[in-house]
């Protein structure tokens, strides 16, 4: 270990420049999780989270605990004399560092970068190392927010580190975990814009100094347009503040979404005695102004401008939140692609390649602390959060795409005290106690953003608490269509506070469907997690919030399917409400905004990723199935062709063009063009059913989900599975039953919203059919395997289903009594994949008859496929 250890480590080595170096130190950490440093130790590198495999398990949870890391430093001797600390991007949430055994700082919270000195205990011994050791927590701690969230708190030091040393004379190091300086635009114009720098020089040597502080401006094209210096004394051991004032800067190319013009001010410290520059800092410049009107909406440079894009986090399939740099600013790159103008960092600050992706490629940004659903009532809590924030906003502040800070989302929403209760009451008024120091505190740390707080769609509570009057703008987080009823009324909704706070400006924080890609229906429904259904949702929000101007804009509800580890759902332990999957897929939703939004001519075939899809011939025709597939699309009508062949010539509507292909078995080369020229063709495997066994179509193995609208695919293009279908003579199908619905006022609509124990075929076994009678199918002569699935779903309910009542059933295939009372006391465990196979052979042209007779309760099937053999 020793050995491996010395090879692992670094010498820094000191340049002939006295400025400021900063180095990564990501490679070669060793990690060990759990409390003691007596463990396992591995190699690892960082971004790291200790997470990442346990969330990909079936069982919820996941380790919420202690981890270690260490490695060597060789620091040169050369460097002794310099300020030299350690720089942590992120690490969550609460991080010891100790330097050759010896403590040398602590910082509590995830989401933010923080500085700890070390200088003071290394050895700055060329024959000797310096052992880093860090001690890290994820453990759930009441005065550390997040309490509670609908996200994963992946544990690990997920964000780079870097090793920064700086001359004895330096920009302030000991702020916050910013760059110590402070650059803002108090007035822009077109015509001109005044800039100022302000910050601390700090002087850790014995000596006074006599120093200068130069700052340059150099615009977008690197050309310098401004410079100033100042002459001030540093007495020993001291910080003294400059201010850099560049008054009427002509001409000033503006920033915006459209033209995001980038400056950059370099500041320098100089020292006046021996002309050497003993610390150096740039930073990003853009010259942009910008309201937001109660009335109106959201003015950029004077013009108004509608704000369209999504949430992120910071979440990566397989990755957790350990994210290098590259796939957070692609995240950024695909936003914009999407023709976002917006994004919210939420819930919390995130990656500082995200922020200056954004500032390069030019996205709004509205950023927030991670105060998520509940506050603690204590002191501690709000010291951490009151810090948070601070944190955010200076390490934050020089990005010119911030626009707006914000804290505490939907903190009303937890339902720990009755309602009405004293206890509830008393709890309100600690968010509002909170509400305004948060807001005091971000006011006065920078008053050239705007103040935000996300509200979820409980008008009532909002109103009465007075929680929408703290900050400058109220965001709303509204779910109708999805946890609440129809998408149509979300305007109203609106419409109804825009007319009782006519002087507050709002914005939609956010909206969003569950999407699952392998689910697909012609009969899009609430909660069925289909993309069709996320499609129409999502239409339907753009089309409300492009009505009303006083609607500054909103963001989707995610960019992308992100670890939600208590979450169950199609695909357990993620949210799926993304515009993009989690290794960034576009789903339908991704397309419409960018046919929308995108200045680019746009043709894109929704779905693209369904590639075996299956559906009953047109009967008498038995050559063809038709489907309808969407095209998204700014242009204004799109010719298709399927095989080579023209097919169609469509017009657009809201941006959609719908064709119906005739889908032949086997492959499908569908194309579409734009009068311009744009196009785009996918290739399509259909698995073409016949529509009557009479017909002379050859059969085609069968894979149905009883009680389910939709078409399911497996995600490995093996297997579609059909929705259900009433018995029809030469065909097949259910008889009798109906479908398994909701039981109690939660109003879950389709299907069972719980995780499926056993598979990774979760939606064929949320849905069921309950007292089916029988299946049939009337299959040709020969022989086959049936496969029956089932699962017992217990009562429907949001929150702690029942178990359901017992149940017992024979079940018997062609008369052969196969299963002899399957039970739910003995076989069907709770919400466990159930699946059993029976051969038969098919004789006379009997087909298949599979019989459901109740012993006792109600019979149910959830799945069946008859495979030829
Ligand atoms: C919300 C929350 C967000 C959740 C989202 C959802 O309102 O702010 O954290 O992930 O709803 O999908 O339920």
């Not at 060990?32 to 069982?59: F, M, R, Y």
């Amino acid at each position: 270990m020793r050995a491996l250890f010395i090879f692992a480590s670094w010498l820094f080595l000191l340049t002939a420049s006295a400025q400021r170096i900063k180095t990564s130190v990501n490679s070669n950490w060793w990690f060990c999780k759990g409390d003691s440093s007596s463990g396992h130790w591995q190699q690892v590198t960082i971004p790291h989270t200790w997470n990442a495999a346990d969330v990909l398990d079936d069982e919820p949870g996941y380790y919420r605990g202690a981890g270690w890391y260490k490695r060597l430093l060789s620091v040169s001797p050369a460097w002794k004399g310099k300020t030299i600390h350690l720089y942590f991007e992120g690490a969550n949430q609460v991080a010891t560092v100790f330097v050759n055994g010896k403590k040398a700082g602590t910082h509590t919270g995830g989401y933010s970068a923080f500085s700890i000195p070390i200088g003071h205990l290394l050895r700055f011994d060329s024959s000797a190392t310096d052992e880093v050791v860090i001690h890290l927590t994820n453990a759930h701690d009441e005065n550390i927010p997040p309490l509670n969230a609908d996200f994963s708190f992946f544990g690990g030091i997920y964000r780079d580190v870097y090793l920064l040393a700086a001359d004895e004379v330096h920009f302030d190091l000991d702020n916050y975990g910013s760059s110590g300086v402070f650059v803002s635009t108090p007035r822009v114009s077109e015509q001109w814009a005044d800039v100022q720098v302000k910050g601390l020089i700090e002087n850790a040597g014995a000596t006074p100094r006599l120093l200068q502080v130069h700052t340059e401006i150099y615009d977008d094209r690197g050309a310098r347009v401004a410079q100033q210096q100042a002459d001030l004394t540093v007495g020993a051991f001291g910080k003294v503040p400059f201010l850099a004032f560049f008054s009427r800067l002509q001409q000033p190319r503006l920033w915006s979404p459209d033209k995001p013009n980038l400056y950059r001010v370099l500041t320098r410290i100089i020292d006046r005695n021996s002309g050497v520059t003993t610390d150096e800092t740039a930073h990003p410049l853009g010259f942009r102004w910008f309201r937001f009107s109660a009335d109106s909406g959201f003015f950029l440079n004077g013009k108004h401008l509608k704000l369209i894009g999504a949430n992120r986090h910071q979440d990566f399939k397989k990755l957790g939140n350990a994210l290098p740099d590259a796939l957070h600013v692609r995240d950024v790159e695909l936003l914009k692609g999407m023709g976002s103008n917006l994004i919210r960092i939420a819930h919390y600050p995130q990656d500082p390649a995200v922020l200056e992706a954004c500032d390069r490629l030019g996205l709004l940004v509205m950023e927030e602390i991670p105060i998520v659903n509940r506050i603690t009532q204590t002191e501690g809590f709000e010291a951490n959060c009151l810090a948070m924030q601070r944190e955010m906003i200076r390490q934050h502040f020089n990005h010119p795409s911030v626009i707006i800070w914000a804290y505490m989302n939907e903190v009303l929403i937890e339902p720990r005290y009755e309602k009405g209760s004293p206890e509830q009451e008393a709890y309100f008024r600690d968010v509002l106690t909170l509400a305004r120091k948060l807001e005091a505190l971000t006011r006065q740390e920078d008053s050239s953003r705007y103040t935000l707080i996300p509200g979820y769609g409980d008008y009532e509570v909002h109103r009465r608490t007075g929680i929408i009057d703290v900050a400058m703008i109220f965001g709303w987080n509204l779910y109708r269509g999805w946890y609440e009823e129809t998408y149509h009324d979300f305007g109203k909704y609106l419409d109804r506070f825009h007319a009782d706070y006519p002087k507050v400006p709002t914005i939609i924080t956010e909206y969003g469907a569950d999407c699952d890609v392998r689910l697909h229906t012609t009969k899009p429904q609430r909660f069925d997690k289909s993309m069709e259904y996320a499609a129409l949702f999502h239409a339907a929000y753009i089309k409300q919030m492009m009505e009303r101007q006083y609607i500054s804009g909103g963001a989707a509800w995610n960019f992308v399917d992100f670890n939600s580890e208590y979450r169950q759902e199609a695909t357990p332990h993620m949210n799926t409400k993304g515009l993009m999957t989690a290794d960034r897929i576009p789903k339908d939703a991704y397309w419409i905004y960018q046919a929308r939004f995108g200045k680019e001519p746009v043709v894109r075939i929704g779905s693209r990723e369904w590639k075996l899809r299956s559906g009953l011939s047109v009967s008498g025709v038995d050559q063809h199935s038709l489907q309808p597939v969407d095209v998204y699309t700014n242009q204004p009508f799109v010719t298709a062709y399927l095989n080579g062949k023209k097919f169609a010539s469509v017009k657009a509507v809201d941006r959609r063009c719908r064709l119906m292909v005739p889908f032949v078995d086997g492959r499908n080369k569908l194309e579409v063009r734009s009068p311009q020229g744009a196009s785009d063709a996918v290739d399509i495997d259909f698995e073409l059913q016949p529509a009557s066994y009479a017909s002379p179509l050859p059969f085609k193995d069968l894979h149905v989900s009883l009680g389910d609208r939709r078409q399911t695919s497996d995600g490995a293009g093996r297997t579609v599975w059909l929705p259900e279908q009433e018995y029809k003579a030469n065909s097949w199908g259910y008889i009798g039953g109906e479908l398994y619905r909701l039981r109690d006022s939660d109003q879950i609509p389709y299907g069972s919203n719980r995780a499926i124990l056993g598979t990774g075929l979760d939606p064929v076994y949320a849905t069921q059919r309950v007292n089916i009678e029988a299946f049939r199918a009337d299959v040709p002569d020969g022989n086959y395997r049936v496969v029956l699935h089932f699962a017992e779903l217990g009562e429907n309910r949001m929150r702690n289903p029942a178990p359901a009542p017992e149940r017992s059933f024979d079940v018997i295939v062609n008369g052969l009594l196969v299963w002899k009372g399957l039970s739910n006391q003995k076989e069907l465990l709770p919400r466990q994949a159930f699946q059993t196979a029976t051969d038969v052979e098919v004789r006379n042209k009997k087909g298949i008859t599979v019989s459901f007779v109740p012993l006792k309760g109600q019979t149910i099937l959830n799945a069946i496929e008859v495979i030829r053999r």
